[in-house]
């Protein structure tokens, strides 16, 4: 047999595979679209509406479903990370094209804007151009569950689905490498127990606390999610309820904690919690930043000592957890309030969370790596040592091939978080407007200083988009998909 015939048919067969869990991640998807009808029962006068949400939902879903059916090999393959990444790419770009048709039908978006907050959605961002307070019931549900939905991850929801394990380059892919059992389907249903009863707790958690049942639903899904889409164009400021800010706060924390954290934490296992270098890291973040915050910006905008507290808090939880409600905005706010907001938005939360950024384990990385070389430095010449740290239950030496790859992604990071806002800065809007804006866009933060708009100029929300997409998958998956396909299609297509 000939060496090209050879590689035809072993690129055939694995893109056979490829298609079918696309497929399966794509009937997923058509069921996301579906679910906002839900709500119908509860608000009939907005039945007009449904075709919008049926079309694009039941032809993903169709679709989906045969490509599934049709070419899943009998015997799960073990994907490599490569093809999870060509996966994870083709799903993601499907459906967020398809999610642009109710936005543009029944929110009355155009193609530019409704990419962006389809983008925005699934990625867990929350940066909006709809006018909430004119948006359907329905639109304003949709937003929020394609954020639920993001923010497990479609790879997450898929491997759940599977009846065989397919490796786990699903997860890794979509930047979840950590497992909560040794079967890969298990700890992904694990996964989603954990999120799913968060959530349930937080949508009471909210109703006791003061919102209506369907805020409850819609903000817990969106801080769960690390979301932040809002049904008031105020956000959390809307109601001004201490009680509701702290469940609140508590439910943007549950979702930067890593699951396998999280995990930990409902098992009883709280040694392995404490020594966790994330849980360390929030342990100094959390209290110095609010510090910073409340004594050098907010004790200055509101006189009264347990307001300037509650918006120091809360606004900083949302920047570190890449949440993006908030309770007030920031126009107001001195030099220091931005920069620190910036900081924390870059950051990031947990690696395995559902929230962006750089993430905390990379930082805690490079932290104990800056350490380890002053230390090696005062060693004798031939010294041999090594740092470690805890994740989970788990110790790991951070070996020099791990700290160059974080090294390489944090600097493409804050790369493309420069080109980002020299993009901003050329279309008119101020330096620190375009840092605190693309800060929020690369991270998935979706705090705004009124940058983003439904008026904003069309190449800004295409480069924000952008952005967003590269911030959620963390560069190297689009990167690694994007070039396999390059290298592949034209050899199948010969």
Same mark, same amino acid.
């Given at each position: 047999m000939k060496p090209d015939l050879k590689m035809y048919k072993y690129l055939s067969q694995r893109y056979r595979a490829i298609l079918g869990y696309t497929g399966l991640v794509c009937f997923i998807s058509g069921l996301t679209l579906l679910a906002p009808l839900l709500a119908l029962p509860v608000y009939p006068e907005e039945i007009i509406w449904a075709w919008g949400y049926l079309l694009p939902g039941l032809t993903l879903a169709l679709v989906g479903a045969i490509g599934w059916k049709s070419l899943v090999p009998k015997q799960a393959l073990s994907l490599t990370l490569s093809e999870g990444s060509v996966i994870v790419v083709l799903a993601w770009i499907v459906s967020i094209l398809a999610s642009t048709f109710p936005l543009m039908t029944t929110a009355g978006l155009t193609f530019t804007q409704a990419i962006f907050e389809a983008t925005s959605g699934w990625t867990t961002t929350g940066l909006s151009v709809v006018d909430v307070g004119q948006a359907s019931h329905l639109t304003l549900l949709f937003r929020s569950v394609i954020e639920l939905v993001g923010g497990a991850g479609l790879a997450i929801v898929t491997l759940s689905a599977l009846a065989g394990p397919v490796g786990a380059s699903l997860p890794a892919a979509e930047g979840r490498t950590e497992q909560l059992a040794p079967n890969v389907r298990r700890s992904a249903k694990l996964v989603l127990s954990i999120y799913s009863g968060y959530i349930a707790i937080g949508i009471v958690a909210l109703r006791i606390a003061g919102m209506g049942w369907f805020d409850a639903i819609n903000h817990a899904f969106a801080a769960l999610s690390t979301g932040g889409f809002s049904t008031q164009a105020d956000s959390i400021g809307y109601w001004d309820n201490p009680a509701i800010e702290a469940v609140t706060i508590v439910l943007m924390l549950g979702g930067t904690i890593n699951f396998v954290t999280s995990y930990l934490l409902l098992t009883g296992?709280?040694?392995?919690?404490?020594?966790?270098?994330?849980?360390?890291?929030?342990?100094?973040?959390?209290?110095?930043?609010?510090?910073?915050?409340?004594?050098?910006?907010?004790?200055?905008?509101?006189?009264?000592? @347990?307001?300037?507290?509650?918006?120091? =808090? #809360? /606004?900083?939880? *949302?920047? %570190? $957890? &890449?949440? +993006?409600?908030s309770t007030v905005g920031y126009t107001d706010w001195n030099s220091l309030g931005w920069l620190v907001m910036i900081v924390l938005m870059l950051i990031g939360g947990g690696a395995g969370s559902t929230a962006g950024g750089i993430k905390q384990y990379r930082i805690y990385v490079?932290?104990?790596?800056?350490?380890?070389?002053?230390?090696?430095?005062?060693?004798?010449?031939?010294?041999?040592?090594?740092?470690?740290?805890?994740?989970?239950?788990?110790?790991?030496?951070?070996?020099?091939?791990?700290?160059?790859?974080?090294?390489?992604?944090?600097?493409?990071?804050?790369?493309?978080?420069?080109?980002?806002?020299?993009?901003?800065?050329?279309? @008119?809007?101020?330096?620190?407007?375009? =840092? #605190? /804006?693309?800060? *929020?866009? %690369? $991270? &998935?933060? +979706?705090?705004?200083?009124?940058?983003?708009?439904?008026?904003?100029?069309?190449?800004?929300?295409?480069?924000?988009?952008?952005?967003?997409f590269l911030g959620r998958l963390e560069f190297f998956t689009v990167f690694v998909g994007l070039i396999r396909l390059y290298k592949d299609v034209p050899a199948l297509l010969r």
């Open positions: 296992r709280f040694k392995s919690v404490v020594r966790n270098g994330e849980i360390r890291l929030q342990a100094l973040l959390i209290p110095a930043s609010t510090a910073l915050l409340f004594f050098g910006v907010t004790t200055r905008l509101y006189p009264i000592a @347990g307001k300037a507290f509650r918006v120091a =808090l #809360f /606004e900083m939880v *949302s920047a %570190l $957890s &890449t949440t +993006g409600f490079l932290y104990r790596s800056l350490l380890w070389e002053v230390k090696r430095m005062m060693l004798p010449q031939h010294a041999v040592t090594e740092p470690r740290s805890w994740q989970g239950e788990n110790q790991h030496f951070l070996s020099d091939a791990l700290i160059r790859q974080v090294s390489v992604l944090v600097s493409l990071y804050l790369l493309v978080f420069g080109i980002g806002s020299c993009v901003t800065v050329a279309y @008119g809007y101020s330096l620190p407007d375009s =840092l #605190f /804006e693309y800060a *929020s866009t %690369l $991270s &998935t933060v +979706g705090l705004s200083v009124g940058v983003t708009a439904a008026d904003a100029p069309t190449g800004l929300l295409w480069t924000q988009t952008i952005g967003m």
